[in-house]
């Protein structure tokens, strides 16, 4: 079943692993943001950590450590690109988790450099803080930029998932909505546990629902030379979704409330 086709129009890709690979996908991407970026940077400093759903606090502070978190980000987005660039051998399933974990941490990183620039808001609007407006305006167009490139990017390298006008939309449209909700409910479920307050679940929403807009945009991107009607389908994968459920409930207990993290 696994090599199966979408040519049978009563068959389509399993819609419960889409979403939980699109959860994975997505903690893994903000583990990397938060404790692997910000947490490590935070050591090295000298510093304590506190892990949150969608944050991190340190007892120090440095232009350094607030630039770690997304240019990890950005390096873990190219180099996954990189990778599904260049070798395919991979199956459905591992394709679509690594394509979902570049695309996140893409979108991560230049969804929050345009609107840092613009609100103040997250990593790179502390970063941006001293810059005056007309600065800060170019910046969050340049952002802009980067988002859109992004999206490209992703699309690119992952057109077997996506729709084309007049064929496979709704291939691309259950492959970018279900880990685009799956991604947002576990952020939100996350940092309802955290004792920053009910407003941090906004913050949650920003960094999830907000972020991964492009994964909605691009679903109709895909092209005639991907052949998405003679790919394999993206079967029921029973240890995706066992493996989904752990990380995500052991980041929703676990890391919610409040993770302290010693070197």
Partial sequence: MERESVQNPAVHDDTLSAAAIGSLAFVTTTLAHEALGHGSSCWALGGQTLLHPVSMQCTVTSPLLLAA???????????????????HQFSVHVRYFLWLTMAFNLFNAAGYFCLGAITGFGDWGVLLSD??????VELALFGALLYYGSMHAVASSGALFLGRAGSGLARGRRLTL????????VACAAALRSPLGQSYVW????????AGLGL??????????????????LTRGFGWIAASAIVDLLFVIVVGPGLKLTP
């Fill in 69 to 87: 978190g997304p240019l990890t980000n950005v390096a873990a987005g190219v180099v996954l690109w990189i990778v599904l660039t260049r070798f």
């Fill in 203 to 210: 913050v949650a929403v920003a960094a999830s629902f907000g």
């Fill in 131 to 136: 810059m005056k407006l007309w600065g800060r």
């Fill in 216 to 233: 909605l945009a691009i679903h109709d991107w895909g092209t005639s030379s991907a052949q998405p009607e003679s790919e394999p389908l």
């Fill in 178 to 185: 279900a880990p685009y909700l799956a991604s947002g409910v």
